[in-house]
């Protein structure tokens, strides 16, 4: 009897056995995964004892910067038995063993593993920096990297590497100017290929070396690098941006190729982008060019605003607002009619204007201007409680930024706080989802992988990013990896491309990326030791350079902050190198100091202290008027100076942003 039960409780064994699995596994899903929000002491039980080895693999990578801390012989200790199964996190962990292994000075444990990564791993991007490093002795492992993971850093390193030979150097050139013309070196190497008599390039090799040239503004050099082949309309589109940057006669040149652009063909992409192009530029001499036109680029938006501007003629504005609302040339125009009509004080022509039915199709970064000005010119006619409503709506939709401020203050609502003793500290950086799309690149990102998860991300993608979405994905990975120069600048893109209808909980996300600044402690250090608040400097240095050390300016100016090097040696009161201000936390101390000057020479007003910054002091004393303390949003709009104008709002709004974090109800 007990023998004929046996196979009704082997069954019954396996069934229970196979139920508790399922079960656990379930019962696993249910358990939040982990990411950088993810307590220490939490990390470390995972790692130890979760059933689920996946888990403890997470688990053992989100330790990485907190245990390790740069000690590589315990990183490897931490990743020790971690680079089993197919997964990419096995190929993540061998590339991290590998590297550290190589600077340890382990080569052959090193060579090892990445031979392992490449074998078992050959189509994931983690093989990339395999392929780069076996390559230094198997130069056909280069060429392969260039073709299988052409805009991975590893192959770009690569091609300024790429050499002895002429035409060797040619195709890397080439695999340059169309994956990564602004990596670090990329420049030489297309100079050098163009001059190069060695390895002679087709005149379609040239036209794609010119255009590579163009996008880094080195029209000189890509006009060379043509000899006089006629280029093709990318890269003439390109060339002509370049000119456009330069003096007076380069500037007509760029306008003489927009024009040849446009007639070529009329019906193109391109055509349509020279002529919007052309419409942009001020002077008469542009203003003629557009007569040039063929007819099916004359009734486009950019050439109709161009000339509604013009003339001057509310009703030929309204008309281009009304027939195209969602051009991004309407959006400009709307603008540049009211704020000449709010200058004026013809406050029912500026309502007028700003009431047209364009504000449902304006992105999300335009609407706070029109609405607070629509609001300004209802309080200057009389209805006070209609500009209240108004200001209100602002302040609950979009309640961020300059014109956020400004609303909040005409309604009582607050104001700027530089007084540092209670002035808010900065945020700390917050780590969010990602939202990619892609669920391996939102995997590295939890697993705090930035690095691979942006060289995931520029693997995948072979056109620069254009919806709101990827320059916010983007944005954010380049960011996280410390390009904060093109990261922050993609942002900021994605706000004036975002629509006003859009996801709100992505408009939030964008919100907060915008309000979190970079080298938290340096700037409340330096604060506080000059008495400015950490929220002021931040304000400012994300203007400044966006959060960038190494940039420098045209005029000379460095660092975080943009100190002139005279300034900043007579604030040290020594003189200074270059690498000083390269420095966060000494670029911090000074700009703290200069700022402190400034609101001190001011009796505290931001608006002249931040108009100083940019313009210089003596020139801001020329524009004081007693209409600064009645009406300084209409004092700021008549500064004589563009970029001055600009810089005063956009840093008297990111210092709004840094002290109260306000964000958009949804």
Not at 344 to 369: C, D, F, M, N, Y
Not at 572 to 587: Q, S
Not at 617 to 625: E, I, L, Q, R, S
């Amino acid at each position: 009897m007990p023998l004929a039960r046996l196979p009704l409780l082997l069954a019954l064994t396996c069934l229970g056995s196979g139920a508790a699995l399922v079960g656990g596994r379930a019962l696993l899903t249910l358990i939040p995964a982990p990411d950088p929000s993810t307590p220490t002491p939490t990390l470390k039980r995972l790692r130890r004892f979760s059933p689920d080895p996946e888990r403890r693999r997470e688990a053992s990578l989100l330790l990485l910067p907190r245990q390790a801390k740069g000690d590589l012989a315990g990183e490897r200790r931490l990743l020790r038995g971690q680079g089993w199964g197919g997964d990419e996190l096995a190929a993540l962990v061998l590339k991290r063993d590998a590297l550290a292994a190589e600077s340890l000075g382990d080569q052959a444990a090193a060579q090892q593993r990445w031979q392992q990564l490449v074998r078992r791993f050959p189509d994931t991007p983690a093989s990339a920096d395999g392929l780069y490093a076996l390559g230094r002795q198997q130069s056909q492992l280069r060429q392969k990297l260039r073709s299988r993971f052409a805009a991975h850093p590893a192959a770009l390193a690569a091609a300024v590497e790429a050499g002895p030979s002429d035409a060797d150097r040619l195709q890397a050139a080439l695999h340059l100017a169309r994956h990564g013309v602004r990596w670090p070196g990329a420049g030489p190497r297309l100079r050098q290929a163009c001059q190069s008599t060695a390895a002679a390039a087709t005149p379609g090799q040239r036209d794609q070396l010119a255009r590579g040239l163009a996008q880094l503004g080195d029209s000189a050099a890509a006009l060379s690098c043509l000899k006089g082949s006629p280029p093709s309309p990318a890269t003439q589109l390109a060339l002509s941006r370049a000119l456009l940057g330069g003096g007076s006669q380069q500037q007509a040149q760029a306008e003489s190729l927009l024009l040849q652009l446009a007639k070529s063909a009329p019906r193109s992409s391109q055509a349509s982008e020279a002529a919007a192009l052309l419409s942009e530029q001020p002077g008469p001499r542009a203003l003629q060019a557009l007569k040039g036109l063929p007819s099916a680029l004359q009734d486009t938006a950019p050439v109709q605003a161009r000339r509604a501007m013009e003339s001057g003629d509310i009703g030929a504005t309204l008309a281009v607002l009304q027939r195209w609302p969602n051009d991004p040339a309407s959006w400009e125009l709307q603008w540049q009619q009211a704020r000449q009509a709010l200058l004026k004080r013809q406050w029912a022509t500026a309502t007028t204007l700003l009431s047209a039915p364009i504000g449902r199709e304006l992105p999300v970064g335009l609407v706070g201007r029109q609405r607070f000005w629509l609001g300004f010119s209802q309080k200057q006619q009389g209805a006070t409680a209609q500009a209240q409503r108004t200001w209100s709506d602002l302040i609950k939709q979009h309640p961020g930024g300059y014109y956020g401020w400004r609303a909040a203050v005409r309604l009582g609502r607050g104001d700027l706080n530089l007084d540092p003793r209670s002035s808010p500290a900065l945020v700390q950086p917050q780590w969010h989802p990602l939202g990619s799309g892609d669920w391996q690149i939102d995997r590295l990102w939890r697993l705090g992988q930035p690095l691979e998860a942006w060289e995931h991300w520029r693997t995948e993608r072979s056109s620069p990013p254009t919806s709101p979405q990827e320059l916010i994905t983007e944005g954010r990975l380049r960011r996280a990896v410390g390009d904060h120069w093109i990261g922050l600048g993609q942002l900021e893109q994605a706000s004036l491309r975002l629509p006003v209808n859009a996801n709100c909980a992505l408009a939030q996300q964008l919100e907060l990326d915008l309000q979190t600044a970079s080298f938290v402690a340096e700037l409340e250090e330096a604060g506080s030791t000059a008495g400015v608040p950490a929220t002021l400097l931040a304000a400012v240095a994300k203007q400044e350079s966006r959060f960038s050390p190494g940039v420098s300016s045209g005029a000379g100016a460095i660092g975080l902050l943009q100190l002139m090097p005279a300034t900043a040696a007579e604030l040290a009161g020594t003189p200074l190198a270059a690498d000083d201000l390269t420095d966060p936390a000494r670029n911090a101390q000074l700009g703290a100091l200069y700022l402190k000057q400034l609101l001190g020479q001011w009796q505290g007003n931001p608006v002249l202290m931040a108009a100083s910054y940019n313009a210089g002091p003596g020139a801001t004393a020329g524009w004081v008027t007693p209409q600064l303390q009645q009406e300084p949003e209409l004092w700021i709009e008549a500064i004589p100076y563009p970029e001055t104008r600009l810089y005063v709002k956009k840093v008297l709004g990111n210092f709004w942003n840094f002290q109260e974090r306000p964000l958009a109800s949804c």
